[in-house]
């Protein structure tokens, strides 16, 4: 496999040459995926207001209820006849035109633990530093907030390894669920996309193409941190046509369940652009023209794009920069939520705000609390307050505009 590189891993991976972000995979048996969890986060998060369900999960058994409801709800529709993407670049041929390599377990398990080594390593580096008096009094509340951003400027998430595979412009890169799940069954955030019911995921090229078999109709469950969620494979209803879709209930901020639909084919282009600012230079991860995605939550909505920006990983020592960037958000254009009976549907930003893509870490690093006191776990697995700095950069707003 090529050389997944050390600890600066986002300028590892590819420095030598300008790079192209990608999507990966994702354990649908331990955890849900960064991208995945953002979708709920959209229409989930304290500042969107809570609004009645659509009637019911929209399975097959329901479908002539709710046909004109659904109808009228999707934001940022797709043409007829297009809600499962047809055959992509990476998919439509068995020869892609380049070599195609195979990500084993082993490669899995190794990058895996490369990725949690220079996370833990990070963490506690900064810690010393704290200890040590290098930001103020150890205990002061200034010296922990400059600890806790610069843990999340500095560690590395999925984004930091999956472009690497996705930017590649000579080889296309390919694994399955049986090849990934035990080892990604070890780690938190190991990729991007569900890896339950996984048949292939290609990567390269700028670009990422995930195929799930979703032949049979089944429902089981997952778990995220000490939470059991449904997972299933039914028919859904979108624009008055029945799709069959992976479905995944996840759990929000205000203890509430937003539905994310997968069809049997999800592909996504992928870009990792260095923009000088303003306000500040930073690197982009974009995930964009998503296609076979659907998050249903007072409404049906289809996300168009995400985006995680951060000051070049590079040029960050063990200081705050002068102008620290980190964010991230999801681009759902022409979004809106229906609400019940006589109010008003609601329209918001197209350009939400979501937390930051949590880092890779070992599993047993959680439970056997080894973060320091500055860092509060969460219940998924993840810390809290992974919230990013600064404001969005002005070539987001420009390449993601409201509509």
């Known amino acids: 496999m090529r050389q997944a590189l050390g600890p600066g891993a986002t300028q590892g991976m590819g420095a030598a040459r300008p790079r192209r972000r990608a999507a990966g995979l994702r354990n649908g048996s331990s955890r849900c995926a960064p991208v995945v969890a ?20 929209l ?31 990476l998919c439509a041929h068995e020869d892609p035109g380049v070599p195609v390599r195979d990500l084993t377990g082993d490669d899995a398990r ?84 569900p890896l339950v019911k996984l048949k292939r995921a290609r990567m390269g090229r700028g670009h990422m193409c995930a195929r799930y078999d979703l032949s049979q109709k089944m429902q089981s469950f997952t778990m995220i941190g000490d939470r059991k969620l449904s997972v299933r494979i039914d028919d859904v209803r979108i624009q008055g046509h029945t799709v069959r879709c992976l479905i995944m ?95 008003p549907d609601i329209g918001f930003e197209d350009l939400r705000d979501v937390d930051l893509p949590q880092p890779i870490l070992a599993l047993d690093y959680f439970s056997g609390d080894r973060y320091p006191p500055w860092l509060e776990p969460m219940s998924m697995r993840g810390f809290k307050g992974w919230e990013g700095v600064g404001p969005l950069p002005a070539a987001m707003r420009k390449r993601f505009p409201d509509r």
């Open 249 to 343: 209930d996840l759990p929000t901020s205000l203890h509430d369940v937003v539905e994310v639909w997968l069809t049997e084919h999800v592909c996504m282009d992928v870009d990792h652009p260095f923009i000088d600012g303003p306000p500040a230079a930073y690197e982009a991860y974009i995930l964009e023209h998503m296609h076979g995605l659907w998050v249903h939550k007072g409404g049906i909505h289809r996300p168009d794009a995400f985006v995680f920006w951060v000051t070049p990983r590079a040029s960050i020592g063990w200081d705050v920069p002068k102008q620290p960037l980190a964010g991230a958000r999801i681009y759902v254009p022409h979004l809106r939520l229906k609400l019940p009976g006589f109010l």
């Open 110 to 193: 190794r990058i895996g633990a490369f990725y949690s080594v220079h996370n833990i390593a990070t963490i506690a580096h900064l810690d010393s530093l704290r200890l040590a008096g290098h930001y103020g009094p150890p205990e002061s509340s200034r010296a922990r907030k400059q600890v806790h951003l610069l843990a999340q400027m500095k560690t590395l998430n999925a984004y930091s390894y999956m472009i690497h595979y996705g930017a590649d412009p000579d080889t296309v890169w390919q694994a399955d669920e049986a090849a990934l799940g035990p080892a990604f069954a070890s780690f938190s955030d190991p990729g991007i996309v």
């Open 38 to 57: 953002a979708l709920a986060v959209l229409l989930g998060s304290p500042g969107t207001p809570r609004v009645a369900e659509s009637p019911g999960t």
């Open 59 to 89: 399975l097959a058994s329901k479908a002539e209820a709710v046909s004109a409801l659904a109808d009228s709800e999707v934001s940022n529709p797709v043409p007829d006849g297009k809600f499962v993407p047809p055959p992509c670049s």
